[in-house]
């Protein structure tokens, strides 16, 4: 049922945004970041599905996810970043719903031990009801939701060095939707992806040449017309 909410949520994204925007399954490697990473050429961040509210406590079997929530209550510079590009999907009145991810999985409902709760930050969810919107946020310069890629990677690494790595490794396989069949991209950085998402960008943009004078506009010379 979880990848139902995942497929809907691709799809809705892909319908209106699917040139702009690329959400790609991060496969094994969601025990160390989440399930998906939504990318533009501006702003990157990472969801981590579940079907029902109810499932967020599944979280709680993973040892990974107890060290993060224990970081995040005394590491504000990590959850100045987290609020931005780590986000939880869920299914609820039969839609998609999102939040900040430790909203819904570092509290007592969850995690029993008081060092994994943390205290609830204010929800940029509460005045976005809408994937579109979510989708726009995505793509805006200083938007709500998701980081440009320095700071993203540095999220990432953080998330690898709570793993017990360095920084992050980290192997994409995008699918590239311009095309008129099935095609995918390999990227071994997020780096990399920002930069085909910038020669995407090139590609789709109407070309913008200065508009000369139409021919009848204005007077015209003497012996012309």
Not at 58 to 85: G, Q
Not at 124 to 137: K, L, S, V
Request: glycine letters at 6%.
């Amino acid at each position: 049922m979880e990848q139902s909410i995942i497929d809907g949520f691709r799809d809705c994204i892909n319908k209106n945004n699917g040139e702009k925007i690329s959400c790609t399954s991060l496969g094994g490697q969601d025990t160390i970041y989440a399930d998906y990473l939504m990318s533009s050429s501006v702003n990157f961040c990472i969801i981590e599905f579940k079907y029902l509210n109810k499932n967020f406590k599944d979280e709680a079997r993973k040892p990974l996810r107890r060290t993060l929530c224990e970081m995040l209550k005394t590491n504000n510079y990590l959850k100045s970043l987290h609020k931005r590009c780590h986000l939880v999907g869920w299914m609820a009145e039969f839609s998609i719903q999102l939040d900040i991810y430790l909203n819904k999985i570092c509290t007592q409902e969850v995690f029993e031990e008081d060092a994994c709760h943390v205290r609830e930050l204010e929800s940029i969810f509460d005045h976005i009801d809408d994937i579109n919107t979510i989708a726009q946020e995505l793509l805006k310069v200083g938007g709500t939701i998701g980081l440009p890629v320095d700071r993203f990677t540095n999220y990432l690494d953080q998330l690898s060095k709570i793993a017990g790595g360095g920084a992050a490794n980290i192997e994409l396989l995008v699918a590239d939707t311009s095309k008129q069949t099935v095609c995918y991209k390999v990227f071994d950085s997020i780096e990399k992806l920002a930069e085909w998402h910038k020669e995407k960008l090139l590609k789709i943009s109407p070309s913008k040449k200065p508009k000369g004078p139409s021919s009848d506009s204005g007077p015209k010379p003497p012996g012309m017309g």
